[in-house]
């Protein structure tokens, strides 16, 4: 009798089993081994990606970074998520989603199975849809078509409901599976299943063999059977019963198959501190065993019978079974189409739930710190942050020994692991100490009137002047890679413009960042604001890092090209002010002295080639070619052993030409470089605009009319006349230091240094002043008046 329940053919696995199984596969007339469903699984239009998975059961994983260490993952999907808003039949766009995550997920070689509600709901659409369609016809005539809109539907007995949805619901996870190649298989259970001994011992090997062939299990609570549920109003016409059952369900079923993790989804982004909607509601990155006291449970969701309460019971209990636990939003639009598979890859998504808590503050709590540390060094006086930065500039050169220490730790961790031109910005030296010490000195002297200074004063009407001033921008995201130095420097910038500052450097640099951040700190406590400057040592990716844009003003990147793009891309909602590229160009006119230029082209691309300012392209007029000036560049370029790519122009004079260069929009970063040819200035100039990043470029000319005219046309954040690319910098343009360089045309561009840092707020001061006053018929008129600014303290 049992086996005739299994469609594909599969023998009974006990002659005992209960729980009711149905199985459907690709192709329901054949009979398929499970050797059959491996290659089918070979061929599938999703991936096949073979990922190592293997971990002993026992302990749930600590961070969220081992996630993608799971092989046996549960996915619970809740009412709220298969049902649609209207609560009557299913969400099929979410539902196709989700099965195309699981079957991406399950052909990487995991084993899936589904938890899932959704049988009342889709029984409620199909039996309504029945009674209307079983009401007379001369009813309908006679009723009119506004009272037929208005017919009572009568309430509808749950359990009916779900005999009537069950069927339809797994036709529905079959056809969808089957568009993957991928067979699912349906077991119902209810609680007696898990209490009888036997019963339980007959699930879970069914459950083991489906997934010993490569099949996905969906279970669901035998809504048709239990027992009638208590009366509730959420689902009008509808007792929704056994949902409640399927949190605890979820969490049994994971602890009973040993499975590393439970995805719960919801309609809510995870779990909240305070109800999701009021005012104060923050959502918790990762909870704790222990932190129910510091968590106040709203009302649940708009069907089901369980609430946020019951999928934190149900979780804590899996995760003391060693299964970790993920609570994420499973319904919103933007991030449901890729919820299961980005907390699967570590992302933070929704609410992880961890027995291991860290030894310091989570990043949010840094962030907060972080603000009211910087709102705390936004009201101290100019001089006291002069004082905390000259003081930072002191512990640079007295902590020398310990810093270096720290700093050859790193080094000889990367050996071998990064190349010679990262493993030189990894370095520290006593000279780049001390440089950075008088760096620091430049930030401090001109940071005076940085905060608060007036920028215009307005006299709007009598006894009613408008100012605006400087104000810092906030909290300061900076991202850098394998430069220890930009810790200090950031640092003492975000100091001197008032903003609190978080910082996530690379892991290479770790011991060099841990000294310099307590040295930040030391300096900061001189005036109380310690917590004004943090450093990220959590395991946040940094796209993690670019979500969090409640506590995040603007972020800064510094570092490669591809980590710029990465962050830019990631952002979501927070400004990021960088370059992706430093694609620079310098143009040799025909007009050029041969003194200037070999000199220039050597400091612009062999000085430091890794650097974003570095020469990349070398635009020659072309009545330069086989000119004594055009083969001395050569020469020089050949004895710094640079190589050489040619661009097409340049190519078609040459008879034997260097290697052709594959594209004009190159960033070597590197000994090489582009030589192409142009026809005069302009040529230049339009090759720059198209080729270009907006960064640096320059001419070398004698002729000043060519100068300016190259000046004033180029649009990129820094131009130059005779001058190598190398100067665009902070430190060269006598800011100080910089955050970084922007390309961006909005607020600051170029190397950006304390200004850049800075916004404006506008400060009215009036005697009970009010609009009405300014009518047609009013007494007061409006004067607007330009009011001397106070003097900027140069000195």
Not at 87 to 114: D, Y
Not at 213 to 240: F, H, K
Request: neutral net charge; glycine residues 8%.
């Amino acid at each position: 009798m049992l086996s005739q329940v299994y469609r594909c053919g599969f023998q009974p696995f006990n002659q005992h089993l209960l729980p009711w199984v149905q199985c459907t596969a690709v192709s329901r007339s054949h009979r398929i081994q499970p050797s059959v469903i491996r290659h089918v699984r070979s061929w599938s239009n999703i991936p096949f990606i073979t990922v190592p998975l293997s971990r002993a059961h026992g302990k749930s994983f600590a961070h969220r970074s081992e996630l993608k260490h799971a092989k046996r993952i549960v996915v619970k999907l809740g009412s709220a998520v298969v049902t649609r808003g209207d609560e009557c039949g299913l969400a099929l766009g979410r539902l196709a989603s989700i099965v195309e995550q699981v079957s991406v997920l399950q052909n990487q070689g995991r084993e899936m199975m589904l938890v899932t509600s959704g049988a009342v709901a889709f029984g409620k659409q199909r039996l309504r849809h029945e009674i209307l369609l079983s009401q007379s016809v001369r009813q309908a005539l006679h009723s009119g078509q506004n009272q037929l809109k208005e017919m009572a539907i009568p309430v509808l007995e749950a359990r009916a409901c779900a005999a009537a949805g069950q069927s339809g619901l797994m036709a529905l996870y079959e056809a969808m599976f089957t568009q993957y190649s991928i067979c699912a298989a349906q077991i119902l259970v209810t609680n007696l299943d898990f209490h009888d001994e036997q019963k339980r011992r007959n699930l879970n090997g069914t459950l083991h063999e489906l997934l010993r062939m490569n099949i996905v299990p969906i279970v669901n609570t035998n809504d048709a059977v239990v027992p009638p549920a208590e009366p509730n109003s959420d689902l009008q016409g509808v007792n929704v019963i056994s949902v409640k059952d399927n949190d605890s369900l979820a969490a049994r079923l994971a602890v009973e198959m040993k499975t590393d993790l439970l995805i719960v989804l919801s309609d809510v982004e995870g779990l909240f501190d305070s109800p999701p909607g009021s005012d104060d509601a923050k959502l918790i990155d990762i909870f704790y065993p222990g932190d129910q006291q510091s968590v106040t449970f709203g009302t649940k969701s708009r069907v089901g019978m369980g609430g946020m309460e019951a999928k934190v019971k149900a979780a804590l209990w899996a995760l003391q079974g060693g299964t970790s636990v993920v609570i994420a939003n499973g319904t919103h639009p933007k991030v449901s189409g890729h919820v299961i598979t980005d907390i699967v890859e570590g992302k933070k998504v929704g609410t992880f739930f961890s027995e291991v808590k860290p030894a310091g503050p989570t990043v949010e709590q840094q962030g907060e710190m972080a603000r009211s540390g910087g709102r705390m060094l936004a009201t101290l006086e100019p001089e006291q942050r002069a004082e905390i930065i000259h003081h930072l500039a002191d512990l640079l050169t007295d902590q020398r020994d310990e810093i270096l220490l720290a700093n050859k730790k790193d080094l000889e961790e990367a050996e071998g692991r990064l190349a010679a031109p990262l493993l030189k910005r990894l370095s520290l030296s006593t000279s780049k100490l001390n440089s950075l010490a008088i760096g620091l000195r430049q930030i401090a002297a001109s940071s005076q009137d940085s905060v608060g200074r007036v920028l215009r004063r307005t006299r709007i009407a009598k006894n009613l002047e408008l100012e605006q001033v400087t104000v810092p921008i906030g909290v300061l995201l900076v991202i850098f890679e394998s430069r220890p130095d930009c810790l200090p420097q950031v640092a003492a910038l975000a100091i001197a413009s008032g903003n609190g500052l978080l910082l996530k450097g690379g892991k290479e640099a770790a011991h060099s960042n841990r000294i310099l951040h307590l040295l930040t700190q030391e300096a900061l406590s001189i005036h109380g604001v310690k917590e004004a400057v943090q450093l990220v040592n959590t395991r946040e990716e940094v796209e993690d890092l670019c979500r969090l844009d409640k506590m995040i003003d603007l972020i800064i990147p510094r570092g490669s090209s591809q980590l710029v793009r990465d962050i830019q891309k990631a952002a979501k909602g927070i400004p990021v002010m960088g370059h992706s590229e430093g694609i620079c160009h310098m143009y040799v006119d025909s007009e050029a002295s041969v003194d200037k230029v070999t000199r220039l082209v050597r400091d612009s691309k062999c000085e430091y080639p890794a650097a974003c300012n570095a020469l990349e392209t070398l635009l020659i007029h072309r009545d330069l070619l086989r000119t004594p000036l055009f083969d001395q560049i050569i020469d020089m370029l050949r004895v710094e052993q640079v190589k050489i790519h040619a661009g097409p122009k340049f190519a078609s004079y040459l008879t034997f030409s260097p290697s052709e260069v594959k594209s004009l929009r190159t960033e070597y970063g590197d000994l090489e470089l582009c030589i192409e040819v142009v026809d005069n200035v302009q040529d230049a100039i339009d090759h720059i605009h198209k080729y270009g990043s907006s960064h640096t470029d320059v001419i070398v000319t004698e002729n000043e009319n060519t100068a300016e005219f190259f000046l004033q046309h180029v649009d990129s954040a820094c131009v130059f006349w005779n001058a190598s690319t190398r100067f665009s910098d902070g430190y060269r343009f006598g800011l100080g230091a910089e955050v970084g360089i922007s390309t961006s045309r909005i607020h600051a561009r170029g190397p950006v240094g304390l200004e850049g840092l800075l916004t404006t707020k506008w400060l009215l001061r009036g005697k009970d002043h009010v609009v009405s006053d300014f009518s047609e018929h009013g007494s007061l008129k409006y004067l607007h008046e330009n009011l001397p600014v106070p003097q900027r303290n140069t000195n």
